[in-house]
């Protein structure tokens, strides 16, 4: 099951919120990913730290998966459930405390 903690819609440039993410069968939480919008696409980044080299700003992801299928599953789900907290509740700025089931036995996404 994954469980939005919070979540906070930021709307500026291409960032469309912030959401931490708990995966409850983990014991697991994820703050700060990036929610981002840009041409009707919506995607998850999860949380990196920013670093500047030969003058040019570079990421490192802090949280990473192995694979990129799980990646994007995974974002999926985070967004699914998003999306379902902002069409329960439309006053949305922030939202805190909302579950969502995931039908898949062997992730928790």
Request: proline letters at 4%; a neutral charge.
């Amino acid at each position: 099951m994954i469980e939005i903690l919070d979540f906070k819609e930021i709307n500026k440039g291409a960032i469309f919120g912030t959401v931490n993410v708990r995966i409850t069968k983990w014991g697991l939480t994820i703050n700060k990913c990036l929610i981002f919008q840009k041409e009707g696409r919506k995607w998850l980044s999860l949380p990196q730290e920013t670093f500047e080299k030969d003058g040019k700003k570079n990421y490192f992801p802090l949280v990473k998966f192995d694979d990129r299928e799980t990646s994007e599953r995974f974002g999926r789900q985070v967004l699914e459930a998003v999306e379902k907290l902002i069409n329960e509740k439309p006053q949305v700025g922030t939202i805190l405390g909302t579950k969502f089931e995931s039908n898949q036995d062997e992730l928790p996404f």
